[in-house]
């Protein structure tokens, strides 16, 4: 059975760092899609399907900046975690943050990951081929 290509939800309001992670991607995962949301508040509409994200896919993986605008990266992880029909998505918190006090708090939400992005662009293919599980393998 062919694995269907894994599906990523990046929540970075950051172009430039938005555009380190897609490059990322498209050189370390063939086949990865990948949709971009700029704030807290779009992110949780993507994920619920509301407005205009009605059609939105069901991500594989949530890679979350903290620091966004509207709604916070923490208060978006809370909320994912603490809905039934989304806390099965893993959700790895990607921030220029390196204060332990915002790695607490993500893995007491139940951030899958915790990665700063000064040494995140490396390690960014394990956190996604850990996070998400290969179909048919």
Avoid at 51 to 57: F, I, Q, R, S, Y
Avoid at 66 to 95: E, F, M, N, W, Y
Wanted: charged share 30%; proline share 4%; net charge negative.
């Amino acid at each position: 059975m062919k694995a269907r290509p894994v599906h990523i939800l990046l929540v970075e309001d950051n172009d430039d760092h938005a555009e380190l992670i897609r490059i990322q991607l498209t050189e370390r995962l063939t086949g990865a899609t990948m949709d971009r949301v700029r704030d807290g508040e779009e992110a949780l509409d993507y994920l619920r399907r509301k407005g205009d994200d009605v059609e939105a896919h069901r991500p594989d993986l949530v890679l979350l900046d903290l620091k966004l605008p509207k709604v916070d990266g923490h208060d978006v992880l809370r909320q994912i975690k603490s809905d039934v029909g989304l806390q099965g998505i893993p959700v790895a918190v990607l921030t220029t943050s390196q204060a332990q006090s915002d790695e607490a708090k993500a893995y007491r939400n139940h951030a899958t990951r915790f990665l700063t992005k000064s040494v995140a662009w490396e390690g960014l293919h394990e956190v996604i081929r850990d996070a998400v599980p290969r179909q048919g393998a």
